[in-house]
């Protein structure tokens, strides 16, 4: 339970990972035009000595988020989804946790109100005008520093300027986060 609880709260401070779906058309929206994306892939999340890994499955658009997280063989460990005024969390134990928005729901499972609301920029590699970043030699977003977290792009899908991030690494007070999206699936 406390894993599942771990990944779920954790898995939302990451940032994003990608190779393209292949099925995908080969012509891509502007990074700044993205709506909505589903991201496929495996996430691993340190704490102290506690460490833990599962896969990832998001599905994220203008009104919606849902986030499966499961462990090696698939089996799911949790949900989370968001929409409506409604953000909800339940565990592979059935136990289940409600509030108004992601942040909220961060707040009353873990204590501490999370930049959920954040993530699908940082996942996508985009800045907000309050955070400190720096760009690699193709222009794309390296590192970014924002409330409190610094997240590094550590691999993109290729070296073209428009490339989804493939690897990240997110930090914090002594967590850390790494992404790999395995798939993008994309859309305007």
Same mark, same amino acid.
């Given at each position: 339970?406390?894993?599942?609880?771990?990944?779920? =709260?954790?898995?939302?401070? *990451?940032?994003?990972?990608?190779?393209?779906?292949?099925?995908?058309?080969?012509?891509?929206?502007?990074? &700044? *035009?993205? &709506?909505?994306?589903?991201?496929? =892939?495996?996430?691993?999340?340190?704490?102290?000595? &506690?460490?833990?890994?599962? =896969?990832?499955?998001?599905r994220h658009d203008a009104q919606s988020d849902e986030i499966v997280v499961s462990g090696p063989l698939g089996q799911g460990l949790a949900r989370l989804t968001a929409g409506g005024g409604t953000a909800l969390l339940e565990t592979a134990d059935q136990k289940r946790f409600m509030a108004a928005d992601l942040e909220g729901l961060s707040e009353q499972v873990?204590? *501490?109100?999370?930049?959920?609301?954040?993530?699908?920029?940082?996942?996508?590699?985009? *800045?907000?005008?309050? =955070?400190?970043?720096?760009?690699?030699?193709?222009?794309?977003?390296?590192?970014?520093?924002?409330?409190?977290?610094?997240?590094?792009?550590?691999?993109?899908?290729?070296?073209?300027?428009?490339?989804?991030? &493939?690897?990240?690494?997110?930090?914090?007070?002594?967590?850390?986060?790494?992404?790999?999206?395995?798939?993008?699936?994309?859309?305007?």
């Open positions: 339970m406390r894993r599942a609880l771990l990944a779920a =709260g954790l898995l939302a401070l *990451t940032a994003g990972c990608a190779t393209v779906d292949l099925s995908a058309p080969v012509s891509r929206p502007a990074r &700044e *035009t993205i &709506e909505a994306f589903r991201i496929e =892939g495996r996430i691993a999340v340190r704490h102290g000595s &506690e460490s833990f890994s599962a =896969g990832i499955d998001w873990f204590g *501490t109100r999370l930049p959920v609301s954040e993530l699908a920029r940082w996942v996508l590699g985009r *800045t907000s005008s309050g =955070g400190a970043a720096r760009q690699d030699e193709a222009g794309r977003l390296a590192g970014l520093a924002e409330q409190g977290w610094v997240i590094e792009y550590l691999r993109y899908e290729s070296g073209a300027r428009d490339a989804l991030p &493939e690897l990240l690494l997110a930090r914090r007070e002594g967590v850390e986060v790494r992404l790999k999206i395995d798939t993008w699936s994309l859309a305007r």
